[in-house]
């Protein structure tokens, strides 16, 4: 009755793992405010994955909480020792997510948001088949060039390189499961909640 009773135990099946949410977007939608709402509010164990990057920290942001600001010499570093599961240089950038970023967290059944561009979504959705994805954006294009000019952060040419890439971002919005249009803050973060915490067993 005992071995019974163990093989049983034994036998039962593993939690699910955490839900992992691809969080896409044009520069200027407002994706990491939205989800940094998000984090804070949902009523499921939840965090952010922190990307690493060779660009330049902006005003406020923190290393290792924004991101992990790395030299370039590190960054290729880390791609040598397989630290990534997708990485890119992107405007002459680095940006990858870090295996430690994600994977013991699903583990122990915590969700994580990857807020990525298209080309790290198409290859995590490769990895991870189970993943689920949110696109967002504004209404128009003239939003999203008032918002990148408001930060104060991009000359003209830079803006214009922005602003193509955010098009052509745009034209693969129709491969993610959900699409949030950011015109009303508290409007954003309440349907992008309710999609992550809708993700979870027992949601």
Known sequence: MA?????????????????LIIVSGPSGCGKSTVI???????RVPLRVSVS???????????????????????FKEQIRANSFLEW??????????????VIPYRE?????ILDIDVQGATEIRRIFPDSVSVFMRTRSMETYEERL???????????????AAAQGELNHAGEYNVQVVNEDLD?????????????????
């Open 3 to 19: 071995e019974q009773q163990s093989k049983t135990i034994n036998d039962k099946p593993k939690s699910r793992p955490g839900p």
């Open 36 to 42: 940094a709402k998000v984090r804070k509010t949902a």
């Open 52 to 74: 690493a990057t060779t660009r330049a920290p902006r005003a406020g942001e923190k290393d290792a909480t924004d991101y992990h600001f790395w030299t370039e010499d590190f």
């Open 88 to 101: 890119a240089c992107v405007h002459g950038c680095y940006y990858g997510t870090l295996k430690s970023e």
């Open 108 to 112: 122990k059944g915590i969700g994580v």
């Open 149 to 163: 000019r408001s930060r104060g952060t991009e000359n003209e040419e830079s803006l214009r390189r922005r602003l």
């Open 187 to 203: 409007t954003a973060v309440k349907e992008l909640r309710e999609f992550v915490e809708s993700r979870f067993e027992g949601s």
